[in-house]
């Protein structure tokens, strides 16, 4: 039964901030960010995100009380999913075996690995359960996506599926059409960028972080033998190396900044080597746009530009020069993660979807092991 009163505290943890809101259907209606500055955060340098819940958990308590919300006004709670197994897209119930997983970090550390756990811990002072919505290991590829073309290397789907798949659902509301009936090409755009091709309601290919176009920050594909001579030469240990195109690449490494705006402004006063790099950019998120229109034979409804980088009125025409060929183009400039993950527990609270679960036994619990050891604290 759809309840436009109930209200749904969302959560996702970055790398720098902790943004978190309270959501009705309606949209938002409270919105805090905490950051996290870099002398803070040393103190978790070489930790396990899992490590931060206090940290992170102490000043959103206050920020909520101080702008007069009580536990028990949350129908739910959701955070941001992390690095977890291959899993389909929708909305999952946090469990044991959902804890258990992001304890162990298989798929390795990041900030985001915190949302589930967040929203848990709220979430059990609240008497209700905790969610997370299209978490980044979403897994919808066609079989023939996974062919790297060495036996030894599999691709492994990674990406920004939260506010992609959020933006192609939205897309398709505005054109009174269904998910399911549409063949999109959707360019997320932001510190990372992800091409992904959805057909028939499924996310069927798109380039993982470490493919794909460089970005702010991140190197994209590289040339193969040219890396391993890199790797091999002895000067960079596996971290720097990781770090090089994980981090500190794209536009950082050719220009030393992550920031749009900054490497336009250069443009704007005649910095040749600020407009060669930043062209060179648009020229690799056009032709991987290309290559998934492709993987949709061509036949293509639509090309969504989103992303933090989508604000910018000068890459989105850059972009239409080169896309405009393919299908209409379709601009949601921002990444609303909030919004989306609110919008996928309302379609559980609503009845429009089951939530699943990553756990076989199905338990909704934490178990005694995970409390001893101290990974969620104050779930009391």
């Known amino acids: 039964m759809r309840n436009e009163n109930r209200r749904v505290l969302v959560i996702n943890p970055g790398s720098t ?6 959501f009705t259907r309606s949209g938002a209606e409270w919105v805090g960010e905490i950051r996290h500055s870099d002398h803070e955060l040393e103190q978790f340098r070489g930790r396990s995100a899992l490590d931060q819940l206090g940290y992170r958990a102490g000043p959103m308590g206050e920020a909520l009380q101080r702008a007069g919300y009580r536990s028990d006004r949350f129908a739910a709670v959701a955070g941001r999913g992390g690095l977890l197994p291959p899993m389909e897209c929708g909305t999952y119930v946090v469990d044991d075996a959902m804890v258990e997983e992001l304890r162990h970090a298989r798929r390795g550390e990041h900030a985001c690995n915190l949302g589930a756990v967040l929203a848990l811990k709220f979430a059990r002072t609240a ?12 897994d919808e590829w066609q079989d023939c996506a996974r062919f790297s073309g060495l036996p030894l290397i599999s691709r492994s789907c990674i990406g920004h599926a939260l506010n992609t798949k959020a933006v192609v659902r939205r897309f398709a509301r505005e054109r009174g059409r269904t998910y399911e009936s549409l063949r999109i090409v959707a360019v997320h755009m932001g510190s990372g960028i992800t091409v992904s091709a959805h057909r028939d309601g499924r996310m069927i290919d798109n380039n993982t972080p470490e493919e794909g176009p460089f970005g702010p920050d991140r190197s994209g594909s590289l040339p193969v033998q040219a890396l391993i001579k890199v790797c091999c030469n002895g000067a960079y240990n596996a ?31 005649g910095d040749q080597a600020a407009t060669a790099v930043y062209e ?11 290559a998934m229109a492709a993987a949709l034979q061509g036949a293509v409804d639509a090309v969504l530009l989103t992303g933090g980088m989508a604000h910018s009125e ?38 429009e979807e089951t939530a699943k679960r990553l756990g076989a036994d199905g338990r909704d619990r934490v178990s005694d092991r995970t409390i001893r050891e101290g990974l969620v604290i104050g779930l009391e």
């Open 17 to 22: 901030s902790t943004k978190f809101g309270v």
């Open 280 to 290: 060179a950019m648009v020229y690799q998120i056009a032709k991987e746009t290309g």
């Open 127 to 138: 008497g209700v359960n905790a969610y997370i919505v299209d978490p980044v290991t979403v």
């Open 314 to 351: 000068r890459l989105v025409q850059q972009l239409r020069g080169y896309l405009e060929w393919i299908a209409p183009i379709a601009v949601y400039p921002g990444e609303d993660e909030l919004q989306a993950l609110a919008e996928g527990v309302f379609r559980v609270l609503d009845g």
């Open 239 to 269: 971290k720097q190396l990781d770090r090089m195109v994980f981090g500190e690449g794209g536009l950082f490494a050719y220009l030393g900044t992550r920031d749009l705006k900054e490497v336009e402004r250069r443009m704007d006063v």
